[in-house]
Structure formats: structure tokens, C-alpha cells
């Protein structure tokens, strides 16, 4: 891994109830140690869990996320969240353009954009991703693919408007199959990523911009995917729903760059 303060998102989804949450956030938390400090880690728990998961956070330095934001800051958006309510719950990150939200819920790259401008704009960070279908990787088009939605999520938006971002590569067809690229693969889809940030805005900024992978990443995996200095960690599904296996993978993101 680079010398990029390691990234590592725990993503829930749709699993757990509310006294399950609140047990794995305490053994995640409890488990941590000295690992706080050596990188970032976020909870990003079902929405209506996040208060009581902040709360099982308390003191400590992780950080609580949702798992999507509405484009609207507030009035007639049934069964949507404004980031101002995340921020209200004490939630610091949320995840944008999930493969789920673009392919589940048909959200366009447009929308995608709308919603990453509202969140930094209300001071949400956010985790953005984007990812290739299997039959777009058959056809050579992931490299094509990554950089639409990149470009289309961060139209319009200023380099000094993008402090508190991290962007997630997560291959549709790696989420939750329990098969994974290569890290050659992921290596290069990430530094095409960089490219087309560097052409966006400036190198300097797609050198210290964190790209995170995500799709089948486990306890088995990690320390190979983290070893590449194109890759600064995870954004993790199934594996962040087991404390144990979680931990392992943030212990692996920890010492890839103490060593």
C-alpha cells in the first residue's frame, strides 16, 4: 500500500437487527486497539440502526456512514435521507452509486452526481463507486465504464470541494459472487482511475486521493489486495457483518503501511 492513510468501510446492508448491530459495532470497536490510529474505518449500517450503532461507538475514533443520501436537503422525498439527518445521528461518510442503488434501483450517473454534490456540500463525506458488469469486463469496456461514472459523479464539482472523498472500485460482478480479480486486475482498473482524476482536475490530487476496493474482499484475500501500492483499502460486505473477520482485515490494512 502507499503511504495514503489507509480506508476501510464496513458496509451492512440490508442484514442485522437492531441489538445484532449494536453487538458487532462493541466488538468492533473493542477489538480495535491501537489500529485506530494507524487508519480510517467506517460503520455503515442499515439507516434506522445508525443511532444506536453511533452510540456503541461512543469515544471512539471510527467513523459511522449511511448507505446512500438523498440529492434533496429536505420537503416531500418519501422514504428517502437528507445528509443533514446523517449528519444530525452523528454520521460522518455515506456511500454513493453502490452497484446496488445503479443497477438495483436504476440510479443514473446523473443522479449519482446530484447526490455526491449535495452531500460534500452539507459536509457529508462520501464514499464513491463505481464498478464494470461482467458483461461490460467481456466486451473491454471497464476501463471505459469506471471513468463515465467517475466523470459524470464529479461533474461540475471544484478540486477544493473534494477533500472528504474516497472512491470505491467494485466490480458488479465480484459484489457477493465470492469471486474476485486479480490483484494485477484491480491494480490496473485503479491506476486508469487515477488517470482520469489527474485529467479531471491535477495529479497531485489523483497521487493523494484514496482508492479503496470492494467486491469479495475477505480475511483470506486482504493482505494481497492491500500489499499494492494502488490500493488503500477496502470496502467490505459480507465480511463486515463477522467482528473477527472485519478486524482481521483492518489489521491487514494497518500493517501494510507500518511495514
Known amino acids: 500500500m502507499s503511504s495514503r492513510r489507509p480506508f476501510v468501510g464496513g458496509n451492512w446492508k440490508m442484514n442485522l437487527d437492531l441489538a445484532r448491530s449494536v453487538e458487532l459495532a462493541e466488538d468492533v470497536t473493542a477489538g480495535m486497539g491501537a489500529l485506530e490510529v494507524e487508519l480510517d474505518v467506517v460503520l455503515c449500517p442499515p439507516h434506522p440502526y445508525l443511532q444506536a450503532v453511533g452510540h456503541a461507538l461512543g469515544h471512539h475514533f471510527l467513523s459511522l456512514g449511511g448507505q446512500d443520501v438523498s440529492e434533496f436537503p429536505e420537503g416531500a422525498h418519501t422514504g428517502q435521507v437528507a445528509a443533514s439527518m446523517l ?25 449519482v452526481g446530484r447526490k455526491v454534490a ?18 461490460e469486463r467481456a466486451d473491454g469496456a471497464t476501463e471505459a465504464v469506471t471513468g463515465r461514472q467517475i466523470t ?70 486482504v493482505s494481497d489486495f492491500v500489499a499494492s501500492p494502488e490500493i488503500d483499502g477496502g470496502l467490505i460486505g459480507g465480511a463486515s457483518l463477522k467482528s473477527e473477520d472485519f478486524l482481521e482485515i483492518c489489521r491487514a490494512a494497518g500493517s501494510s503501511v507500518s511495514n
Open 152 to 221: 459524470a459523479a464529479l461533474a461540475g464539482l471544484e478540486v477544493d470541494r473534494l477533500s472528504d472523498l474516497v472512491v470505491a472500485y467494485e466490480p458488479v460482478w465480484a459484489i457477493g459472487t465470492g469471486v474476485t480479480p486479480t490483484v494485477q486486475d484491480a491494480e490496473k482498473v485503479h491506476a486508469s482511475l487515477r488517470r482520469v482524476l489527474s485529467s479531471l482536475y491535477d495529479s497531485r490530487f489523483a497521487t493523494d486521493l484514496r482508492i479503496i476496493y470492494g467486491g469479495s474482499m475477505n480475511s483470506s484475500n
Open 87 to 111: 449528519l444530525d445521528l452523528g454520521a460522518r461518510w455515506s456511500i454513493i452509486g453502490h452497484s446496488e442503488r445503479r443497477h438495483g434501483m436504476n440510479e443514473s450517473d446523473e443522479l
Open 118 to 135: 449535495h452531500a460534500l456540500g452539507e459536509g457529508l463525506g462520501v464514499i464513491l463507486c463505481c464498478g464494470e458488469t461482467a458483461a
